[in-house]
């Protein structure tokens, strides 16, 4: 079945570091790929998304291009603040299957320090 | 905020109780989803419905149903509960059906359920 894997955390960095969170997919269909983040106490949001091969999705200085090629959706960000503290999970949604639901990884608690 | 709410925030019982947790969904929103996120098995897809029909089923127990109302809310209900059932349970909402490609799913702020 459909899965997701993602790096395992805690990450821990300073402020202004260089953030890379990995995530590789397997799906039998189409999928969507999306990156959440979960801030303590809070709920999920969405924090960027792409739809097909090599569209890149960005949002507050992350982003994350999908590579078919290596089944892979990383996340970047150049430059991470104390604020970026909190959990990011990879997820997919397959659209060539019968369920729209989100498979969701492990999730990467990041921590950064002033 | 998403503009999908949850209640309660909350919720301590006991071994053996029922509970209900509801979620209204955002306007205009018609696909409810139902996650169940504990320590041991990370966020866990239960249930989908659809316009107050079941669309997709997940992970989810026997001892655990759901139903969206004609009004689109949607309850989900636990039962014979049991301290393994203690989790943060999410519900999201999406504009339409699964298959739309990369429909945003948005989430509530989840309901925290101790069973003791």
């Known amino acids: 079945g459909d899965s997701v894997t993602q790096m395992e955390g805690p990450v821990t960095l300073s402020e202004e570091a260089f953030l890379t969170i990995n995530c590789t997919y397997t799906a039998t269909g189409y999928p969507s790929l999306f990156w959440y983040v979960q801030y303590p106490g809070e709920g999920l949001q969405l924090l960027l998304k792409?739809?097909?091969?090599?569209d890149k999705g960005s949002n507050k200085g992350f982003e994350a291009t999908y590579r078919k090629e290596t089944t892979s959706f990383h996340l970047e960000k150049g430059s991470v603040q104390v604020s970026d503290s909190a959990v990011y999970f990879c997820?997919?949604?397959?659209?060539?299957?019968?369920?729209?639901?989100?498979?969701f990884g492990k999730g990467t608690k990041l921590s950064v320090k002033p | 905020d998403s503009g999908v709410t949850q209640t309660p925030k909350h919720l301590i019982t006991a071994t053996g109780q029922r509970v209900t947790l509801r979620c209204s969904p955002r306007?205009?929103?018609?696909?409810v989803y139902w996650y169940q996120q504990s320590l041991d098995q990370g966020l866990q897809f239960l249930i989908q419905y659809y316009n107050g029909e079941e669309r997709a089923k997940g992970n989810i127990l026997e001892r655990f149903s759901a139903q969206q109302f004609p009004d689109l809310h949607s309850e989900l209900n636990l039962s014979s509960l049991e301290l393994g059932d203690s989790a943060l349970y999410f519900c999201?909402?999406?504009?339409?059906?699964?298959?739309?490609?990369?429909?945003?799913?948005?989430f509530g702020p989840g309901t925290r359920l101790l069973v003791l």
């Open positions: 306007s205009g929103d018609l696909s």
């Open positions: 792409a739809t097909k091969a090599d």
């Open positions: 999201a909402s999406s504009v339409g059906t699964s298959g739309t490609l990369g429909e945003t799913q948005y």
């Open positions: 997820a997919l949604s397959d659209y060539g299957g019968s369920q729209g639901n989100l498979i």
